[in-house]
T-cell receptor, first 112, second 112 residues
Framework: QKEVEQDPGPLSVPEGAIVSLNCTYS??????FMWYRQYSRKGPELLMY????GNKEDGRFTAQVDKSSKYISLFIRDSQPSDSATYLC????????????FGKGTHLIIQP | DVKVTQSSRYLVKRTGEKVFLECVQD?????MFWYRQDPGLGLRLIYF???????EKGDIPEGYSVSREKKERFSLILESASTNQTSMYLC???????????FGPGTRLLVL
C-alpha cells in the first residue's frame, strides 16, 4: 500500500469555481502536512503548512486535515487561470532532518 | 525570503560522464535534500544532509553521491551518468526543527 495517494488528474474546472484537492495517507505517525504548487518546469513552491488536525486559511486557500480519516484537502476559492499548476501534498512525522513523503501531484487546469 | 539556487536549469550529458549538480541556499538552513522527479513516480528522495560533512541515504541513492563541505552548499554527483538518470533534479533546504522544505528551481538533466 502506497503511503500517500493523490489523484493525478487532470482536474479541469471553469474560472471562479471552488476547487477541492485531496490526499489520503496510511502512516498514522504523520503530523505535519503541506501543500506545494508547482508550475510547469519549475520547482515546488510552499503554499500551506498545517500541524495535526484542523483548518488553516490563507486568502483564497484553505487547508484541512482530518487525522482520524487520514485525509487532507486543499480548497481554492474563486479559482483563477493562474492557479493552473500541479499541486503536491506532502507530509512528515516530525524531526525535520529527513525527507518529506509526497503525493504524486494533481494537475489542475482552470479554464478562462 | 528563502532562496535556493541550482547551478543549471538544463544540462545535457553523455553516458558515462561524471556530472555535478550544485545547490546553494542563503538562509543558513541545517538540512538540505536532493530529490528527483519523474512523471508518474513523483518526487523521490536521493540523499539528505543535516549538517556539514554529514549525509544520509534517501530512498534511491544508487548511482549517486553527495558532498556538503559548507553549510550553504550541497552537491549531487552522478559518478557515471546513465540514461535512466535523465530526470528533473530538485534541491531543497529546511531549518533543523521545521518540517517545511524550500525548493530550488530544478535542473532538468538529459543523459544521451
Amino acid at each position: 500500500q502506497k503511503e500517500v495517494e493523490q489523484d493525478p488528474g487532470p482536474l479541469s474546472v471553469p474560472e471562479g469555481a471552488i476547487v477541492s484537492l485531496n490526499c489520503t495517507y496510511s502512516n498514522s505517525a504523520f503530523q505535519y502536512f503541506m501543500w506545494y504548487r508547482q508550475y510547469s518546469r519549475k520547482g515546488p513552491e510552499l503554499l500551506m503548512y498545517t500541524y495535526s488536525s484542523g483548518n488553516k486559511e490563507d486568502g483564497r486557500f484553505t487547508a484541512q486535515v482530518d487525522k482520524s480519516s487520514k485525509y487532507i484537502s486543499l480548497f481554492i476559492r474563486d479559482s483563477q487561470p493562474s492557479d493552473s499548476a500541479t499541486y503536491l501534498c506532502a507530509m512528515d512525522g516530525g524531526g525535520g532532518a529527513d525527507g518529506l513523503t509526497f503525493g504524486k501531484g494533481t494537475h489542475l487546469i482552470i479554464q478562462p | 525570503d528563502v532562496k535556493v539556487t541550482q547551478s543549471s536549469r538544463y544540462l545535457v550529458k553523455r553516458t558515462g560522464e561524471k556530472v555535478f549538480l550544485e545547490c546553494v541556499q542563503d538562509m543558513d538552513h541545517e538540512n538540505m535534500f536532493w530529490y528527483r522527479q519523474d512523471p508518474g513516480l513523483g518526487l523521490r528522495l536521493i540523499y539528505f544532509s543535516y549538517d556539514v560533512k554529514m549525509k544520509e541515504k534517501g530512498d534511491i541513492p544508487e548511482g549517486y553521491s553527495v558532498s556538503r563541505e559548507k553549510k550553504e552548499r550541497f552537491s549531487l554527483i552522478l559518478e557515471s551518468a546513465s540514461t535512466n538518470q535523465t530526470s528533473m533534479y530538485l534541491c531543497a533546504s529546511s531549518p533543523p526543527v521545521q518540517e517545511t522544505q524550500y525548493f530550488g528551481p530544478g535542473t532538468r538533466l538529459l543523459v544521451l
